[in-house]
């Protein structure tokens, strides 16, 4: 065995270093891999950074629940400046220009599905703040890749409404991402026209009791306030829907992962 080989196969144990994702190489990822997991492929949780791109922090942190459920994460990097040099918050929009994040992670996904004996057919999602409302409209485009979606706090939501344009609303999804609306089942509301909607995956959406700060951008809302508004309005659409405020925190997503995790763990076979 060369000695190539043998330092790869070190570094993919355990707590992988970031990972160039092949398929487009500005982008990275690293994974946390249970040493002692059952046989066949196993259940991969992604976790989706915010603003402060914390990734590795988030999969350390993420260790227990892995180890607890022969869970391996998966923690995408999403850098400042893709695909312009000042580029902050596309990655939670999903696209800007070609660039397609969600496809992005997709492929993450399946690379890591390559190295290591990984679901890649369908797994959990949890972000947040940018990474929850990346998680949220990820959810809403790739249905059928997900068992489920934990969304943490996000600065703004996406309303399944048709007459508002991305990312308030889904008015021109065709036109962005190349489909004609997300795999859906009509929904009549109060008699109107049915309003397609995906296929339901649960959605838990958590938030700090005091994550009040109002944001500096119009219409100036708090984190709690959205987390309340995306949960209403997904069960007004009959999304499977849950919600927890987590008391006496404010904006903290590490703080929130007690939460998420407990609703993640509920959908994994041994949940």
Known sequence: ?????????????????????????????????????????RPLLVVVHGDRRTAERYRDALTDFADA???VVLAPLFPVGVPGP????????????DVRFDLV???MVEEAA??????????????YSGGGQFALRFSYLHPARLLGVSVGAPGSITRLDPALPWPAGIADVAEKFGV????STPLALSGAVPVPVPVPVPVHVTVGALDTLPSRRPPHTTRLGQ??????????RGIPATLEVV??????????????????STLLPDG
């Open 1 to 41: 065995m060369s000695l190539d080989v043998r330092h790869t196969q070190r570094l993919e144990r355990r707590r992988t270093p970031f990972l160039a994702c092949r398929a487009d190489p500005r982008f990275c990822y690293c994974l946390y891999v249970p040493p002692r997991a059952p046989t066949g492929p």
């Open 69 to 71: 459920h022969g869970c």
């Open 86 to 97: 000042k580029d902050v918050l596309s990655y939670k929009r999903l696209r800007r220009g």
């Open 105 to 107: 992670l997709l492929r």
């Open 114 to 127: 390559a190295r290591w004996p990984v679901r890649a057919d369908r797994f959990l999602l949890h972000g």
């Open 180 to 183: 004609a609306h997300p795999p």
């Open 227 to 236: 987390a309340l508004a995306l949960h209403q309005h997904l069960l007004e």
């Open 247 to 264: 008391p006496g925190l404010a904006h903290n997503g590490f703080a929130l992962l007690p939460a998420a995790t407990r609703f993640l």
